[in-house]
């Protein structure tokens, strides 16, 4: 939905920075890291993902698109919503969280708050084939969390409450829908995604 924010930086918070883009402000939530690179005044372009919930939309903004998409592939696995998802890049690397998950580190994953050792059993379990061996970009494939629209309708879906394998099976069944449409329609495609979940 929105891929990437730039603007003129307007405020940088503990947890957020507001972007003026044409004239509005908005409000993206960032790991540590990201703010501490980012200073008043000055142009920023910032990778998003947009999480939707009945009652709120989010904006999460990302120093690189490796960053964006971990926070977006590691809420495929049960469990993790955006809060975790940004919690674990506030702690760990992308990088490290490809180590981790790959050498099965569930000590590294626990260090994470909100993720105990169950968590992370199940988050190197469900991500170990998908997350990519450390040293090399994500996997993309069969991760509907990283590519065009798919990645869009999962975050939705995950957003509002479902698990990651709910989201892949919604995303599998209006994939058909979307291969049909000249310029996939995302909020459409997230529809249908909606109903066939309430359908299951």
Known sequence: ???FVRGRVH????????????GVGLELQCTPNTLADLRT???????SSLVVREDSLTLFG???????QMFELVQTASGVGPKVAQSMLAVLAPEAIRRAVSGEDVKTL???PGIG???AQRIILELKDRIGAPGSAPVTAGAPSVSGWQSQVHGGLVGLGWSGKEADRAVAAVTPEAEAMAVPD???LLRLALQTLSKA
């Open 110 to 112: 626990t260090a994470v």
């Open 1 to 3: 939905m929105i891929a």
């Open 186 to 188: 995302v909020a459409k």
């Open 62 to 68: 990302f120093a690189d698109e490796d960053e964006k």
């Open 117 to 119: 050792q169950k968590g």
């Open 11 to 22: 405020a940088v918070g503990l947890t957020s920075a507001v972007l003026e883009v044409g």
């Open 41 to 47: 005044g000055a142009e920023a372009l910032l990778p």
